[in-house]
């Protein structure tokens, strides 16, 4: 054996005495993975991280080039952010684990449930799991060394200082407070809040070990200026959760976390939503009655404008303005931040509908239905917006002149009737004859989802009950009187009309709803004027959904459908019956008889209805007045008008054979109205 030779063999052993693996090294497995090329260079930079991989326990968390290209910030000292001394796989995660990092800031761990499976965060960092828990073993001196790598989409963000002599990497919330101003947080600054913390001797609740999330509103929050004297104690409380440590990524929209200001007397929760790319906080207060009056119930909305700034007890979010604070009107709320949730929809008004805003402003009471940034963003939307008085007329009937909380909506809505004939039928809005209906649908771990809807749209309501001193706000996913869905889909998902959609059903009687081609005009009963005939009539009714009568439900239906080149709205019904006369219509049985009037129906009888109603269309059939309960739901290619009974005859149902003529009688809608004048 040559010199050069037993050199070689001599220089392997001792390196096979320090330092051996039974599979690829950590240095290997990321050397040779292209997609950490940029997190290597770091990590051959760095003397302490090159000797923590050859020499220790270690979790190195990964961040790929794509999370580098999207970071902004400085890399100096990152690496060690990255690593901790303790090997961790992704099961054995606790709720944090300290890096090596000076000050050993520690790395918090978040897990949930996502579409996937289970999804594993470290502070707003995904783990990548299916690329993530290699492992290798390093044997040094002796001593057996497991090393973990897992790959993370976020680079690791400490908090740092923008002066190089005071370098701080592990403040608590007090100590990031007290010393804001060398921190690299930005422009933000954040000296009104932290004085108010010391005025109010509120600096332990910031400084208490354990798990927090702590919203500091900035500076720009406090105007005007009596603002800063309304953030108390209590209010101070209500910027803190105790217990979690919610970075914004892994935490679900809407979701309401108690704060420290979750009291007796006063309930304050914080929940979390994203649109776009931004990040929004809502604080929700419930005082009980008469128990604090410095605190108003409803909903304070402020954007996170700084997020995820960790810290040794949890994470700060520097946020827009201060929680709980309701010192502005509805105007104030919409004009307040562009970009902000409904700020497109403030756009509209102030380009098509100053006088709206006017009024809106003058207004002690009002209910602002306010469509999302997306929802104005839709096409059909934006075609609407050309025509000027349509969109004053869209804009009105997004507005009631009165305070309309959630609870009061979901006490009175028309999923929880319990007489139905003698429920509202709606609240009338800014707009002429236009009236609002609302729904609740209770979901399986009790949360409520409601509804309201406008001009035949449904919108949802996705954040609700946002305080102003003269109104609610409530946000909403769609923009009213813009319809998107032709007769048949809203048939289909409109909870009133259940077994209308149902018998139609049969013999394929709702496909031709679906044709965009045509123009309809159709008289829905719904379900209530079903079950009145079912109660009144239970034979026949049974008849009416049994499948071997589908031939005579087909041709009732047929009745209250009409085909025209046009839709007819009950204003221009009500014009074609002037004078009191009657006119024909051609529905696809043949001419429909009808006349329409106006019925003063102040409605006396249910002293909860959300607002009384004065007059409601009521057309007459067969010598039988009906209420129309829904006027003008519109919808892509024609009309629905919601109807308070059936147009039937006595020869509309017969049994064959040995079985005598079944029928409803004319005096059905009679007893159905009847009932509900009662």
């Known amino acids: 054996m040559t010199t050069m030779a037993r050199l070689i063999v001599a220089v392997f052993v001792t390196l096979a005495a320090t330092r051996t693996t039974a ?14 090329s940029q997190f290597y260079q770091l990590l051959e930079a760095s003397q ?39 090997p961790k796989t992704i099961e054995n995660l606790g709720d944090s684990i300290s890096s090596e990092l000076e000050g050993n800031p520690p790395l918090w761990v978040t897990r949930k449930t996502g579409t996937q499976g289970e999804e594993v965060y470290i502070n707003n960092a995904k783990i990548l799991t299916e690329r993530s828990n290699f492992q290798s073993k390093v044997s040094v001196g002796g001593d057996v060394k497991t090393q973990v790598l897992h790959i993370i989409n976020e680079v ?13 990497y592990n403040p608590n919330a007090f100590e990031f407070l007290n010393q804001s101003e060398i921190l690299d947080i930005g422009a933000h600054r954040v000296r009104t809040f932290r004085q108010r913390v010391t005025n ?22 406090f105007k005007p200026a009596p603002r800063p004297e309304k953030v108390d104690h209590v209010v101070i409380d209500g910027h803190v959760i105790p217990n979690h440590v919610l970075f914004t990524a892994p935490t679900p929209d809407n979701v309401p976390y108690q704060t420290l200001a979750f009291t007796d007397n006063c309930k304050v929760t914080v929940s979390f939503s994203k649109e776009n790319d931004k990040v929004f906080v809502k604080s929700n207060t419930v005082v009980a009655p008469g128990s604090d009056v410095k605190h108003p119930t409803g909903v304070v909305m402020a954007e996170i404008v700084k997020a995820n700034i960790p810290v040794r007890n949890g994470v700060v979010h520097l946020i827009q303005r ?17 970009d902000g949730p409904v700020y497109k929809f403030y756009e509209t008004i102030r380009d098509f509908g100053e006088e709206i805003m006017s009024t809106m402003s003058h207004l002690r009471d009002v209910t602002l239905f306010a469509p999302s940034n997306a929802a104005l963003a839709e096409p059909g939307v934006q075609k609407i ?6 969109v004053k007329e869209i804009l009105n009937l997004h507005y009631v002149k009165e305070r309309l909380p959630l609870d009061k909506i979901t006490n009175k809505s028309v999923s929880q009737k319990s007489s139905p004939g003698k429920s509202h039928v709606g609240v009338s809005t800014a707009a002429n004859r236009k009236k609002l209906y609302f729904n609740v649908v209770q979901g399986p771990s009790g949360n409520q989802t409601v509804t309201v809807e406008g001009g035949g749209v449904n919108a949802t309501v996705v954040t609700a009950n946002i305080a102003a001193t003269n109104g609610i706000i409530h946000i909403i996913d769609r923009v009213l009187g813009v319809p998107y869905t032709n007769v048949l889909e809203k048939l289909m998902t409109d909870p009133m009309l259940n077994s209308t959609y149902f018998l139609g059903q049969r013999r394929e009687f709702n496909e031709q709803l679906n044709d965009t081609t045509k123009r309809f005009t159709y008289f829905a009963p719904r379900d209530y004027a079903w079950n009145v005939a079912a109660v009144s009539y239970p034979s026949t009714s049974k008849k009416l959904f049994m499948p071997e009568f589908s031939y005579h439900t087909k041709q009732i239906l047929e009745r209250h459908l009409v085909v025209a080149s046009e839709p007819y709205s009950m204003a221009k019904l009500k014009e074609m019956s002037q004078n009191d006369t009657a006119f024909s219509l051609p529905s696809v049985r043949g ?19 959300i607002r009384p109603e004065t007059f409601v269309y009521q057309i007459e059939w067969e010598g039988n007045w009906i209420r129309v309960f829904r006027p003008d739901v519109e919808c892509t290619n024609g009309i629905i008008h919601v109807i308070d009974g059936v147009f039937l005859k006595d020869s509309d149902v017969r049994v064959t054979g040995t079985a005598s003529v079944v029928s409803l009688a004319p005096h059905l809608i009679m007893i159905l109205i009847a009932k509900w004048l009662l």
């Open 23 to 36: 599979t690829e090294t950590m240095d290997a497995k990321i050397r040779d993975d292209s997609d950490l």
């Open 48 to 86: 302490v991280a090159n000797t923590t991989l050859t020499y220790r326990h270690v979790t190195v968390f990964a961040p790929t080039n794509r999370a580098f290209q999207k970071h902004n910030g400085t890399t100096k000292n990152l690496v060690l952010y990255h690593m901790s001394n303790f």
């Open 156 to 168: 690791l963000e400490p908090v740092r200082s923008n002066s190089p002599e005071i370098p701080i």
């Open 200 to 221: 109010m001797n509120k600096a332990d609740v910031f400084k208490a070990d354990g798990r927090y999330t702590f919203l500091i509103p900035v500076e720009e929050g």
């Open 322 to 338: 201060p929680l709980m604070v309701v010192d502005t009107t509805v105007k104030d709320f919409l004009e307040e931040k562009e």
């Open 385 to 390: 917006l050309q025509d000027k008085q349509r």
């Open 591 to 609: 001419n429909l008889k009808l006349r329409v009037r106006e019925h003063n129906e102040n409605d006396k009888h249910d002293e909860n209805a």
